[in-house]
């Protein structure tokens, strides 16, 4: 079983900046991407950012050039390093692991941005 502890929510003023951080434990096999997800009220989850382990980053477009994604592989810990928030990125994230059996799903941190 697989554990995701996420930190890093919290409220921020528009324009500000926060980092995320997720760390896996647990039997893990081989992770095929460890990335980010977000929900806010009344939308359906969304990608933020996911990073393979070969390097490869993957962006929603309405986040990129704001969003940084980073992982330390020997910590099995995923980062996201977000800046110039803005209203709109208000939601529940959500941490995901993927292995070669299944999908995982940290409980999720409240970011807010106040405008």
């Known amino acids: 079983q697989v554990q995701l502890v996420e930190s890093g929510g919290g409220l921020v003023q528009s324009g500000g900046s926060l980092i995320l951080s997720c760390a896996a434990s647990g039997t893990i096999f081989s992770i095929n991407a460890m990335g980010w997800y977000r929900q806010a009220p009344g939308k359906q989850r969304e990608l933020v950012a996911a990073?393979?382990?070969?390097?490869?980053?993957n962006y929603a477009d309405s986040v990129k050039g704001r969003v940084t994604i980073s992982r330390d592989n020997g910590k099995n810990t995923v980062y996201l390093q977000m800046n110039s928030l803005k209203p709109e990125d208000t939601a529940v994230y959500y941490c995901?692991?993927?292995?070669?059996?299944?999908?995982?799903w940290g409980q999720g941190t409240q970011v807010t941005v106040s405008s």
């Open positions: 990073a393979t382990g070969v390097g490869s980053t």
């Open positions: 995901n692991l993927k292995d070669v059996t299944r999908d995982y």
